[in-house]
T-cell receptor, first 111, second 112 residues
Framework: RKEVEQDPGPFNVPEGATVAFNCTYS??????FFWYRQDCRKEPKLLMS???SGNEDGRFTAQLNRASQYISLLIRDSKLSDSATYLCVVRPSGSARQLTFGSGTQLTVLP | DAGVIQSPRHEVTEMGQEVTLRCKPISGHDYLFWYRQTMMRGLELLIYFNNNVPIDDSGMPEDRFSAKMPNASFSTLKIQPSEPRDSAVYFC??????????FGNGTRLTVT
């Protein structure tokens, strides 16, 4: 089983739609969680961290469910510019462990 | 802040040749990472350094791959000899302690 699993998509949604991605992780002791965004042929960039109580940044809402070991990203009122691949990222416990990236979920927002 | 700088942006080489990828991390960042990204395997951590010292190289695929960090502002990833299956985008990334990871633009390597 992969450490971090995502539905690869693609998700094709009309402009203005609400779309949600889920991600599951296998290490129950994982400490930190993030969503990164990667545009085509570009480098990944941090979109937002995910906090235990859930957090919101404009149209983006991230939630963490430790009991079920999944995190989610909700995008409201999607824009054409939201088209990208969204990477779920987990940092397992232990100081020597570094970030583990999911393989990404591809989103295309259609006009 | 110039960000993480990688060179070259693109590299096309023939099988068997030596390839050297270069990275300059963000000043003040004491962690440096080398990742490889392919369609099949996604983003894979190859090796990372802390204060110029290699900490975990378990992701390096085989002995043909080596990485060095001679000082805080420079790192190289070398593949010798290169093979077609090494074709991928190689990213360098850096971060300070407890700060987000910043990626370079990547080097797109094609081995023919």
């Amino acid at each position: 089983r992969k450490e971090v699993e995502q539905d690869p998509g693609p998700f094709n949604v009309p402009e203005g739609a609400t779309v949600a991605f889920n991600c599951t992780y296998s290490n129950s002791a994982s400490q930190s969680f993030f969503w990164y965004r990667q545009d085509c042929r570009k480098e990944p960039k941090l979109l937002m961290s995910v906090y235990s109580s859930g957090n919101e940044d404009g149209r983006f809402t991230a939630q963490l469910n430790r009991a079920s070991q999944y995190i989610s990203l909700l995008i409201r009122d999607s824009k054409l510019s939201d088209s990208a691949t969204y990477l779920c990222v987990v940092r397992p416990s232990g100081s020597a462990r570094q970030l583990t990236f999911g393989s990404g979920t591809q989103l295309t927002v259609l006009p | 802040d110039a960000g993480v700088i990688q060179s070259p942006r693109h590299e096309v080489t023939e099988m068997g040749q030596e390839v050297t990828l270069r990275c300059k991390p963000i000043s003040g960042h004491d962690y440096l990472f080398w990742y490889r990204q392919t369609m099949m395997r996604g983003l894979e951590l190859l090796i990372y350094f802390n204060n110029n010292v290699p900490i975990d190289d378990s992701g390096m695929p085989e002995d043909r791959f080596s990485a060095k960090m001679p000082n805080a502002s420079f790192s190289t990833l070398k593949i010798q000899p290169s093979e077609p299956r090494d074709s991928a985008v190689y990213f360098c990334a850096s971060r300070a302690n407890n700060s987000p990871l910043h990626f370079g633009n990547g080097t797109r390597l094609t081995v023919t």
